[in-house]
């Protein structure tokens, strides 16, 4: 139920901010080739716990505050007892509630603020889930993740993006500790 009151709101969301974006004279819309952008994320943890992580996605502004996503995920990941390949997909979602924070207030950073909603489906050894060493088999784990993030222009056509996210999945076994802290790079 939660999950489907989050999608909602979040659709909901989406509608508004596209009905802001009228304007006096109709603005031409950017060629495909210039409304693409690519990008994804490199994660690393050593320790106790290793996980390496390559999530590249391709993306689609779809209008000039909403932009789309999805992309195959890569983690390798080693605990204590076990280690194990994961893969996967995900999709998102960017709202942009602020484009450019600079224009709101004078202070230099020509930064935005957006809302982020991620479905995310792995498949993943049942030992590193149930904690049980020796548990046989894989599983498919979804999970999905909502959260604010800031865009910061790195370029003219670059950007460095910064999400918080919770993962609100109702399953047995639990991937995520909450929050997930993303930092991701697009072109």
């Known amino acids: 139920m939660k999950k489907k009151l989050l999608i909602s709101a979040f659709l909901v969301l989406s509608i508004f901010a596209a009905g802001q974006e009228s304007s006096s004279k109709p603005a031409e819309r950017p060629p495909v080739r210039e409304r693409l952008f690519y990008g994804g994320s490199f994660g690393l943890q050593f320790g106790t716990i290793t996980n390496i992580e390559v999530s590249p996605v391709v993306g689609f502004w779809v209008l000039p505050r909403i932009a789309v996503a999805a992309g195959p ?18 999709t998102f979602m960017d709202l942009y509630l602020i484009q450019d924070l600079n224009n709101i207030i004078p202070i230099g950073l020509n930064m935005g603020i957006y809302a982020h909603g991620e479905y995310e489906g792995l498949s993943i050894e049942k030992a590193i889930l149930s904690g049980i060493p020796g548990d046989e088999g894989r599983l498919f784990y979804d999970a999905f993740l909502v959260g604010p993030g800031i865009s910061q222009m790195t370029g003219r056509r670059s950007s460095m993006n910064i999400s918080v996210l919770w993962c609100f999945t109702s399953e047995v076994y639990d991937f995520y500790s909450n929050p997930v802290f993303r930092f991701e790079f697009y072109f």
């Open 73 to 90: 995920s890569f983690q390798w990941y080693k605990n204590p007892y076990e280690s194990t390949i994961i893969y996967g997909g995900r």
